[in-house]
């Protein structure tokens, strides 16, 4: 092969010089042509470069907000429900009266930024006038750093120049509606640069303050408004059930109530009085129905659940998120007992509208219709996908999001009369309503005085002291924490000294930064855990990778277990990547064998105890690590601010507060664990629900309840005394749960959450938790679906699982 390719080579050569003579001089051949070979400039549309098809985005706006120190915001009463009502406005009625069928179909859909964006990663206008003049498109969603955009996050000014540049487009074409714009800002606007990024919806409910979800859901709504955007994606009312599940982190917690009180919160820091108040955005609940289940804890795979335990524990974070005036819902991804969840009349309608009494607008999951027919089989095509969705249930606005085929399917359907004009108005005036309540059409564009608060000093402070109350304490023995300054403490993990892996993902990306970006986009806007020890102790940090954050060995191994051997103490970083969604899912719970493997040498080859620091969406498995372990702390993901908080509990300068909003399972099958499983089933986690303590030594009273009896109607207060005998101040979450110790007919949980409150307790100090607990509470959904009560002895344990519990009976009558 070699040899005849070089002999076919001689060949071409003896022809190129077949004028040379040999003997004579040498003339150069003017008359042959090179051989062509075609080289690719740069890529080019209509004129316009284009960026390269693989490029890394380090090409940082160079554009930051001002982030001022304090600042105040215009104040509304915020008491009472604010949220939408079944009427639609004498005006937008008349406005809707004035569309035509394509205008207002335009109104029904969105696509995401990407199809703004031209191929030099700007926006095009071209593109932007299209979707306006051909498609009256009323709205978007997403950011152009997801699609290839030139900037790996953008400025708020950026975004503000991009979306009022869109809205004036929206204005003068098309409908001339203004567009309502939709993004993912979960807890923080995680999307846009300088904005406060708070701990993950898990970590806030780790704190079992209210107070952070609603202080979260304010400022996020702010950093969001002020890029223009009036529209969160959030909160997440999902139960954390599969803990395999690659969003956990989105939900807040485990458990009906908690989740709901917290859901409740952050709906109201979102939304505030979000009719008036213009530095707030409407809230979209999510994932209408029951997403966080499940089976085989693959994100958007099918959950199994019978309907009365739909009821009993799956719905009331969504009912909370209503009383609070949630303006907006989203449907969840594929099937609910084997029913398309975007199709299905039973959910979207009945369920929704009719028994939940959800007055305000409904967008489906991305892509989620056309799946029907793509991706589900349950559509014969599109249109079909297009005709089930709008006539079995009673979504407004398809999140299609990267064509234009819901309207071309809608249109024809209203044509030829498969769905009425009816169907049409009903959404379009849920719509309107929206834009309106919104106040799209006084002040459509951005407020550039909110520009300045993004990233405020204030802001920051929120952030950090959510972080503070998250951290859950849960081993400390012989006094291993808090941690001496002059102690020599080697600190082993990739998170260390990472702000990325302390956030999770949504955040600058849709699966968070890349390798690439690293954390250079968190420069000046985090602290990573290294330089919080170095902030708490003045001194340089003593830190080793070890392994990679997929916890593959990155170090010699005997190189750092012999550093473990001289240093007094070792706290080990465990993490996962940043990741959402499919991309997230994962098969085991277990940690990689690599990391394991590392933490079990430091435990047997050497005599330095350690601590684990917990830096983790999912809860896996610590196997023989948690029993050699001295001290553990959960501290979930704190986000890009957690660093200094979590070197602050490390070294004793506040007592942890923080409990699991979440069973931690002790082996892989316990992957679906719950703390309100029956009562006679094995519930033997790791670390159950609720627990976690502080570095103080707090007493508790007996409870005293005001009666033995609970009568409907007849509520009782149930009160305990906690007194400090340490020497720190402490933030002392108590926790109430019920037993029903027998219940005819349907089986008593094990526990379940009814009340919970926080308060400071100062060294020596003794405080009273007063709660109050109805029979109505008691009442449960049976298998009629029929919510009962049934007599019975009820247990009342306040802090269930924690060393100081305490319990006491009584008798709930019918
Ligand atoms: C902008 O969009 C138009 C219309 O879709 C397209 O023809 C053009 O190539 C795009 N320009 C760039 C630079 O991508
Ligand atoms: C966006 O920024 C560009 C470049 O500075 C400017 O020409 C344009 O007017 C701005 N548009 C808006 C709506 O702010
Ligand atoms: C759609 O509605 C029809 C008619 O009411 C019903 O037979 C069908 O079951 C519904 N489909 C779903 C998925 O709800
Ligand atoms: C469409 O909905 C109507 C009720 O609004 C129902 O009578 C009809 O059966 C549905 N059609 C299909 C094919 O689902
Ligand atoms: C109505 O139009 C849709 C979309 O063009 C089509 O799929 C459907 O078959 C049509 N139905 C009737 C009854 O003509
Ligand atoms: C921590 O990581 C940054 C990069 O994000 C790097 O510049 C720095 O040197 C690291 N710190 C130490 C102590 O290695
Ligand atoms: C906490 O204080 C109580 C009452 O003083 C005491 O009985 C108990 O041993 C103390 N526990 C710890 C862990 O110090
Ligand atoms: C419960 O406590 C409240 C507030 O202290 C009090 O007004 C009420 O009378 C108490 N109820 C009972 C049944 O003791
Ligand atoms: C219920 O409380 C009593 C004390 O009032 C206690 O003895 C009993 O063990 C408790 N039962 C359960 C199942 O917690």
Redesign the pocket.
């Given at each position: 092969m070699k040899i005849s390719s070089l002999s076919f080579c001689i060949a071409c050569y003896s022809v190129a010089l077949s004028g040379y003579t040999g003997s004579a001089a040498y003339v150069p051949p003017s008359n042959i042509s090179p051989p062509l070979i075609d080289v690719v400039g740069p890529r080019t549309q209509n004129g316009v470069v284009c960026l390269p098809n693989s490029f890394s985005l380090q090409d940082l706006d160079p554009m930051r907000p001002k982030s001022v120190p304090t600042y105040s915001l215009p104040e509304f009463d915020e008491s009472g429900y604010i949220g939408p009502t079944e009427k639609i406005d004498d005006d937008m009625i008349e406005l809707m009266n004035t569309l035509t069928l394509e205008e207002k179909v335009g109104q029904m859909f969105q696509v995401h930024a990407g199809m703004l964006l031209g191929c030099d990663g700007l926006l095009n206008i071209t593109a932007a006038e299209e979707w306006f003049d051909k498609w009256k498109i009323g709205s978007f969603l997403e950011t152009f750093a997801n699609q290839g955009g030139r900037w790996d996050i953008s400025s708020p000014q950026r975004w503000a120049n991009l979306t009022n540049t869109i809205q004036q487009l929206a204005l003068t074409r098309g409908s001339k509606i203004p567009i309502i714009w939709g993004l993912d800002s979960i807890r923080g606007a995680n999307y846009i640069k300088g904005a406060t990024m708070f701990g993950t919806p898990h970590s806030v409910a780790a704190s079992f303050n209210r107070e952070h979800a609603y202080v979260c859901g304010k400022v996020t709504a702010k950093d969001t408004r002020a890029a223009g955007v009036q529209w969160a994606f959030a909160p997440v009312a999902d139960l954390n059930v599969n803990k395999l599940w690659s969003r956990n982190f989105e939900n807040f917690g485990e458990d009906p109530y908690l989740a709901s009180e917290m859901v409740k919160n952050s709906v109201k820091g979102f939304q505030g009085n979000y009719k008036k108040d213009r530095t707030r955005v409407a809230a979209s609940i999510k994932h209408f129905f029951a997403y966080g289940a499940p089976v085989n804890g693959k994100d958007q795979e099918p959950r199994s659940i019978p309907m009365n335990e739909l009821l009993e524990f799956y719905a009331p974070a969504f009912e909370a998120a209503f009383g609070a005036g949630a303006a907006t819902v989203m449907e969840a991804y594929g099937t609910l007992n084997g029913q398309e969840v975007v199709s299905s009349r039973n959910i979207l309608r009945d369920l929704l509208r009719d028994r939940m009494g959800f007055h305000g607008m409904m967008v489906t999951d991305w892509g989620e219709i056309n799946a029907q027919y793509y991706k589900h089989r349950t559509a014969f095509s599109v249109s079909d996908a297009v005709f089930q969705s709008m006539n079995n249930t009673s979504i407004d606005m398809s999140m299609v999001a990267s064509d234009t085929s819901f309207a071309e399917s809608l249109i024809g359907l209203v044509k030829n009369g498969s769905i009425p004009m009816s169907r049409i108005d009903e959404s379009v005036g849920r719509l309107l309503q929206l834009k309106k309540d919104l106040g799209l059409f006084e002040q459509p564009y951005s407020d550039l005085s909110l520009i300045d608060t993004v990233g405020s000093a204030q802001d920051v402070e929120a952030s950090r002291q959510a972080a503070r109350e998250s951290l859950v304490l849960l081993k400390n023995e012989e006094d291993f924490l808090p941690l001496k300054p002059e102690e020599k403490v080697l600190f082993i993990g990739p998170n260390i000294n990472s702000t990325r892996f302390m956030s999770g993902g949504w955040n600058i990306h849709w699966q968070g930064p890349s390798d690439l970006e690293g954390d250079v986009v968190y420069d000046g806007y985090g602290d990573t855990i290294l330089l919080g020890v170095e902030k708490v102790t003045g001194n340089k940090v003593n830190w080793v990778t070890g392994y990679d954050i997929d916890g593959k060995m990155k170090d010699n191994y005997d190189v750092v277990v012999r550093m473990a051997r001289k240093a007094d103490k070792v706290i080990f970083g465990f993490g996962e990547r940043t990741t959402t969604e499919i991309p997230g899912d994962i098969n085991t719970l277990n940690l990689p064998k690599d990391q394991y493997k590392l933490v079990e040498r430091v435990a047997l080859e050497t005599k330095t105890p350690f601590a684990l620091l917990l830096v983790q969406n999912r809860p896996f498995i610590l196997g023989e690590l948690s029993g050699y372990a001295d001290a553990i702390l959960n501290c979930n993901l704190p986000g890009p601010y957690g660093g200094l908080p979590i070197a602050e509990a490390l070294y004793g300068k506040f007592s942890p507060s923080g409990r699991m909003p979440y069973t931690y399972p002790k082996m892989e099958y316990q992957n679906r664990v719950t703390y309100f499983t029956p009562i006679w089933n094995e519930y033997d986690p790791e670390f159950a629900f609720g627990t976690g303590f502080g570095y103080n030594n707090i007493t508790y009273s007996d409870v005293t309840v005001s009666s033995k009896d609970l009568y409907k109607g007849k509520p009782i207060n149930v009160s305990i005394t906690a007194t400090n005998v340490g020497s720190l101040p402490q933030l002392e979450p108590v926790i109430m749960y019920t037993?029903q110790?027998i219940r005819r007919e349907y089986v008593p949980e094990r526990l379940r959450l009814r009340a919970f409150d926080k308060k400071l307790i100062n060294p020596g100090q003794s405080v009273s938790f007063d709660f109050t607990l109805s029979a109505e509470e008691m009442m449960f959904w049976n298998v009629d679906l029929e919510r009962i009560l049934a007599e019975g002895p009820v247990?009342i344990t306040i802090n269930a699982g924690n060393e100081n519990a305490k319990?006491?009976?009584i008798n709930l009558h019918e």
């Open positions: 037993t110790l247990n319990v006491t009976t």
